[in-house]
């Protein structure tokens, strides 16, 4: 494994917060790395390497000077060209839009900033970010997968989770609403965390334009990181999460404490197939040996689907919801009746109040994060809305965490209770010891 590359971000912050390693070392390295693997992939679709260098400098002479220093103090990282970042193109890969250049930073990006983040680019992203399977747009063309070029990263975050899994990034910063974060970091063999929904603002994530408010996405999208390990999910969320604007002067935010701290103590509900959305032999198998290395570990396991939720009917709900959203916003006259919308309302909330019982037996969901290993760029695209839609649609906390390969990355999906995403992040950093993690992929560039 190429050094310090392929650390992960928690590793690469201890390094730097310890003086093992500059700050302006480690951006020079990304930056150059990125020279030479990104025109392959294409993940990575904008770079300030000035100011990323300038950032770093500032990083460095802090800490000469013993100031206290940040949780990312130094830590080179990308955002999805979907946020806003002072001085960047934010398009959303739409050539209407390829002339905007944000004048402020998002609450994510600003957050981060001040975690001490060195912010040096954007990824790319599926145009409009309407897309789970391909990450291709006009504006930048079409991102690869790293561990084939031949093969789809996923979208709408498939920069993003290039980028992680060549090395380009030590942390990205992505959004889902049907996937988004889940599938592209199944595909790339990362990391990827949809936190619960409203845990971090949206402001500032959003396309321009007169219509475009981000309180829209608000009840359907999350924004969330992707990462090498799960600790650096549990890392980013700490410095992203709690609420903006005029709710911060009334609510105070923190992260739930996990309900076990030794993996021999989980309840995991395990569910590895339905005849509505049935995974290939290569993705069941390498997700039926996770489960089986899991209870030789000691972990509980509970077969089937809890009693009381109803998947199809909870995933065309969702997808009834995601198609009325963009028919919504892209003007479309065949927008559903207000009737319609106040029962989908009503479905969503049945849903929470299902899960909300279903968590009080276990502790976590694994079930798969996509049906398939990464497809071909060319070819037809597979269904992938079934597995990703329950947590969606319940606004529950969901990773992905790599539990395998077959020659391409395999992905688990691990939902926890609602607000207790520290839940699932433990327990995909437990299940990591013995179902095997992050490992970089063979051909990255």
Same mark, same amino acid.
């Given at each position: 494994?190429?050094?310090?590359?392929?650390?992960?971000?928690?590793?690469?912050?201890? #390094?730097?917060?310890?003086?093992?390693?500059?700050? +302006?070392?480690?951006?020079?390295?990304?930056?150059? #790395?990125?020279?030479?693997?990104?025109?392959?992939?294409?993940?990575?679709?904008?770079?300030?390497?000035?100011? &990323?260098?300038? !950032?770093?400098?500032?990083?460095?002479?802090?800490?000469?000077?013993?100031?206290?220093?940040?949780?990312?103090?130094?830590?080179?990282?990308?955002?999805?060209?979907?946020?806003?970042?002072?001085?960047? #193109?934010?398009?959303?890969?739409?050539?209407?839009?390829?002339?905007?250049?944000?004048?402020?930073? &998002?609450?994510?990006?600003?957050?981060?900033?001040?975690?001490?983040?060195?912010?040096?680019?954007?990824?790319?992203?599926?145009?409009?970010?309407?897309?789970?399977?391909?990450?291709?747009?006009?504006?930048?063309?079409?991102?690869?997968?790293?561990?084939?070029?031949?093969?789809?990263?996923?979208?709408?975050?498939?920069?993003?989770?290039?980028?992680?899994?060549?090395?380009?990034? %030590?942390?990205?910063?992505?959004?889902?609403?049907?996937?988004?974060?889940?599938?592209?970091?199944?595909?790339?063999?990362?990391?990827?965390?949809?936190?619960?929904?409203?845990?971090? *603002?949206?402001?500032?994530?959003?396309?321009?334009?007169?219509?475009?408010? *981000?309180?829209?996405?608000?009840?359907?999208?999350?924004?969330?990181?992707?990462?090498?390990?799960?600790?650096?999910?549990?890392?980013?969320? +700490?410095?992203?999460?709690?609420?903006?604007?005029?709710?911060?002067?009334?609510?105070?935010?923190?992260?739930?404490?996990?309900?076990?701290?030794?993996?021999?103590? %989980?309840?995991?509900?395990?569910?590895?197939?339905? *005849?509505?959305?049935?995974?290939?032999?290569?993705?069941?198998?390498?997700?039926?040996?996770?489960?089986?290395?899991?209870?030789? &570990?000691?972990?509980?396991?509970?077969?089937?689907?809890?009693?009381?939720?109803?998947?199809? +009917?909870?995933?065309?709900?969702?997808?009834?919801?995601?198609?009325?959203?963009?028919?919504?916003?892209?003007?479309?006259?065949?927008?559903?009746?207000?009737? !319609?919308?106040?029962?989908?309302?009503?479905?969503?909330?049945?849903?929470?109040?299902?899960?909300? +019982?279903?968590?009080?037996?276990?502790?976590?969901?694994?079930?798969?994060?996509?049906?398939?290993?990464?497809?071909?760029?060319?070819?037809?695209?597979?269904?992938?809305? %079934?597995?990703?839609?329950?947590?969606?649609? !319940?606004?529950?906390?969901?990773?992905?965490?790599?539990?395998?390969?077959?020659?391409?990355?395999?992905?688990?999906?691990?939902?926890?209770?609602?607000?207790?995403?520290?839940?699932?992040?433990? %327990?995909?950093?437990?299940?990591?010891?013995?179902?095997?993690?992050?490992? *970089?992929?063979?051909?990255?560039?």
């Amino acid at each position: 494994m190429t050094e310090p590359v392929f650390q992960s971000a928690t590793e690469i912050a201890a #390094r730097l917060r310890a003086g093992r390693l500059s700050a +302006r070392e480690l951006a020079e390295l990304v930056l150059d #790395r990125v020279d030479a693997i990104n025109p392959a992939v294409n993940a990575v679709v904008e770079v300030h390497r000035e100011a &990323a260098l300038q !950032a770093a400098d500032d990083a460095d002479v802090a800490l000469a000077r013993g100031e206290r220093v940040e949780l990312l103090h130094g830590v080179p990282m990308t955002i999805k060209e979907s946020f806003q970042v002072s001085g960047m #193109r934010s398009t959303w890969g739409n050539p209407d839009f390829a002339g905007f250049v944000a004048d402020r930073d &998002a609450v994510v990006v600003s957050r981060l900033r001040s975690a001490g983040a060195v912010l040096f680019g954007t990824t790319n992203v599926a145009e409009m970010l309407a897309d789970v399977v391909a990450c291709a747009n006009p504006v930048y063309g079409r991102t690869v997968n790293p561990w084939d070029h031949t093969r789809s990263p996923g979208g709408s975050t498939g920069g993003g989770a290039a980028a992680v899994a060549a090395g380009l990034t %030590f942390l990205e910063y992505g959004s889902d609403l049907a996937g988004s974060i889940r599938i592209p970091a199944a595909f790339c063999g990362v990391y990827g965390l949809k936190p619960t929904a409203g845990t971090v *603002p949206l402001g500032g994530f959003q396309p321009p334009g007169p219509r475009s408010d *981000p309180s829209d996405l608000a009840y359907l999208s999350a924004v969330g990181p992707m990462a090498r390990s799960a600790a650096d999910l549990r890392l980013a969320l +700490r410095v992203t999460a709690g609420p903006d604007g005029p709710d911060a002067k009334a609510y105070a935010w923190h992260l739930a404490p996990p309900r076990r701290t030794r993996l021999a103590d %989980f309840r995991v509900r395990v569910v590895l197939d339905h *005849p509505a959305a049935a995974v290939t032999a290569e993705v069941g198998a390498a997700l039926s040996d996770a489960v089986d290395a899991l209870a030789a &570990a000691g972990a509980k396991i509970v077969p089937g689907w809890p009693e009381g939720v109803d998947p199809v +009917r909870q995933a065309e709900s969702f997808g009834f919801q995601v198609r009325q959203f963009f028919a919504f916003h892209g003007g479309d006259p065949d927008f559903a009746p207000v009737t !319609a919308v106040v029962e989908q309302h009503r479905q969503r909330m049945a849903a929470r109040a299902a899960w909300d +019982r279903y968590f009080s037996e276990v502790d976590v969901l694994l079930c798969p994060a996509t049906r398939t290993v990464a497809p071909p760029l060319e070819g037809p695209s597979p269904e992938l809305g %079934f597995w990703i839609s329950h947590a969606s649609l !319940a606004g529950l906390p969901a990773l992905t965490a790599p539990v395998g390969r077959t020659g391409l990355p395999v992905g688990a999906q691990i939902v926890g209770p609602r607000h207790e995403d520290d839940t699932a992040i433990t %327990f995909a950093e437990l299940a990591a010891d013995v179902i095997g993690g992050f490992t *970089p992929p063979a051909v990255s560039g």
